[in-house]
């Protein structure tokens, strides 16, 4: 702040150091030039320094539960059904032509031209590996879409939010819930499901 108001680096505050920390802010160099930092002063801490390590088990426990089945991943929020949906289809990728959520070639197919008519560009490279998302942000014919694809069995794995609970049918080998907190808008913070919720 200082760097950027002439007025306040010849007040007291000019011998004042800042700490700008972050977990999520991708353009910490944009940042730094704003703030006139040198390149010396830009300190980017990976998951090496987490004190513990984080892990992902949804891939593992739907290959131990899922095989070749149906499974619905319930996330918290959006963001968090499409990072979902993301994780589990780099995962796929990584299989080749052996990914778990395809059995054949047939069914490849399918998914592929599915793909193509979905306007989301992000579910469109997910569908190739059978994995998708549902949740109130997809314009109704990508939702129609991904919804017939998973009674289909074409997509095995469908990350989703709560939304998909109230009122759409879409039977499920698996269900798998990814958090039981909810961010509830009225009081601005995170809050546990209550049992029945969870249960549904």
Known sequence: MLACNPEMKSSSLASV????VSATIPNIEDIAEWLNVPVQGIKRFGEEMRPVKLTTKVFDI???YSRGKSALVFCSTRKGAQEAAQQLSQTAMTYGYSNPFIKDREQQERLREASLSCSDKQMQSYILYG????NGGL???DRNLIEGLFLKGDVQV?????????GINL???TVVIKSTQYFNKEKGLYMEHDRSTILQ
């Open 17 to 20: 150091r800042f700490l700008a």
């Open 171 to 173: 039977p499920a080998h």
């Open 139 to 141: 314009c109704l014919k």
């Open 62 to 64: 739907l290959m131990q």
């Open 131 to 134: 994995v998708g998302y549902h």
């Open 158 to 166: 469908l990350c989703t939010t709560n939304t998909l609970a109230h």
